[in-house]
């Protein structure tokens, strides 16, 4: 995974809520084995059928900063969803509210997800309308979005801003504690099932 | 402070806890399917690391097998080279396949409790969210991506962190004709799709109680459908009789032990819930949606609602792309909803109980003229069990399409796919733009509404329905 600290680019607004990980890469495009070339099916269906889709409009083709209605990314566990997402040039996500999984997936996949108060994805979305080059900078170091003048801070626990400052591999962390895997096993009931004679 | 069951089920798979960081959870059961695990045995490769616990992995092949000419290679290569990945990965690994045509072969969701695998108090992880199914026996289940996959491949273990307690509690008797499936929807219709975000949902209750096994599947399966990670149903006697004698049960000495084990996996009287839902069993009808977000659902004797009627902006803006995309117009009677298909299958509701329901109301009718049905059972040996029963010639009979065993049209990974503008009644758990097919258009119903409503090519309960021969 990429170390994240701090990120600029232009952002663009998805006015959508409720966008499920069907709209961001549907089923089909999951068929893949390798772990890049997902662009291809990022907002596939909307970039086909909606001529004005926000992701259509040539001034938000470069931007690596999406600023999402709420409840972004349910439905599918499919990581494939944020591999997309940064296969397609994104690094940031903003959202007032994220669904568990996608979350929980883009702290391992590189992709940082934001969460700010509504008020503040709506400003966002306002200004990066108003302006599509706008710059907006994303400092995990700092815990801050910022463009134009305002500054807009948001929470993340220390241990994932840690890991994703540090772009740490979460497998290589864990098997630091082995002993305390190894003493856990000794220790489990003889009759929990095994998958293997 | 006493605790939820949840909480205990956690507590009891700590590995390790320290101040500023996540716990490391233990991982019981490790489910695998050919979607979200190459890239996971990939980068096993690519450090040099091995499975940690073969012996609590097991795979299957769902999401893109056909369900027609069986004996055939996969005719799409990409499918193909999928599924053959996973054969590859976990013959290289040692874990236990279960290959088409098998009889352990089918949705993941529906093999780990058919073959006793899915046990009280165990965490049951696997990359893909209906993962939540399995909590129905009490245990903690849930979605992973595919880097957790390949954690818990190399470890055993995943880094978590406590989630929230709501309780979902439904007393009383549910009406006749009204099933897990419609009280899952209207769940999902009052809490919302991200109303169980953070939280981990138990359901309670006398409703609940009195459900089958199959039927507490299909509502933790849909937990994720509102928003929620897990939800999970504190096991009892119907738990335990479903479980003796399956394949990987405990027997003898290590049954009793087990079972006295269980019997204590049932939230403290004086625990407390971060939120509490209460819901009256008598109180539901069967529930369909008209949206394309599986909140977006209603009392199949509604009507398709007014955008304007939502009070809160984004819900009105959601209503209205809705009705865009599913070619409705608000007020429109939800019964005079004609589809073109009726899909029966899916891990909510492909299982045996399911399969019933519908030939039940099938027998003797016939599936109607622009309407086609596919009924695709979850498992393999869920299908054997339906022909044994003689199900699959009611189907036939009726009209219907007898298909082989996955994930199917649930989510149009293989050949089963709705055309553009299509609309099905479907007992899967996703009405999503797109999700059965390019331009599809879903409606979320019960395995009784699905048979209903083929029988008359609109959206149809049961009880509306004339006898056969009457």
Known sequence: MDAFTTHTGTAAPLRRSNVDTDQIIPAEYLKRITRTGFEDGLFVAWRTNEPDFVLNQPQYADASVLVAGPDFGTGSSREHANWALLDGGFRVVISARFADIFRNNSTKSGLL???LPPADVEALQDACEADPTLPVTVDLVAKEVRWA??????????YTRWRLLEGLDDIGLTERHLDDIDAFEAARPSWKPRTLA | MGQTLAQKVYEQHVVRRTEGEPDLLYIDLHLVHEVTSPQAFD???AAGRTVRRPDLTMSTEDHNVPTTNLLAPIADPVSRAQVEALRTNTAEFGIRQAPMGTRDQGIVHVIGPQLGLTQPGMTIVCGDSHTSTHGAFGALAFGI???????????QTLTQRPAKQMSVRVDGELPVGVSAKDLILAVIAEIGTGGGQGHVIEYRGSAVQGLSMESRMTI???SIEAGARAGLIAPDETTFAYLAGREHAPTGED??????AWRELRTDDDAVFDREVVIDAASLTPYVTWGTNPGQGLPIGAAVPDPASFADESDRAAAESALAYMGLTAGTPLRDISVDTVFLGSCTNGRIEDLRVAAELLRGQHVAADTRMLVVPGSVFVKQQAEEEGLDAVFTAAGAEWRGAG??????MNPDQLAPGERSASTSNRNFQGRQGKGGRTHLVSPAVAAATAITGKLTAPADLVPAGA
């Open chain 2, 43 to 45: 980068g096993l490769r």
């Open chain 2, 145 to 155: 991506g595919t880097s957790e996959v390949e954690h818990v491949l190399a470890t």
């Open chain 1, 149 to 158: 003048d305002r500054v807009s801070g948001f929470e993340i626990d220390d």
């Open chain 2, 220 to 222: 933790c399966n849909m």
């Open chain 1, 113 to 115: 997800t934001v969460v």
């Open chain 2, 407 to 412: 994930c199917s049209m649930c989510l149009g």
């Open chain 2, 255 to 260: 049954w009793d032990a087990a079972v006295a």
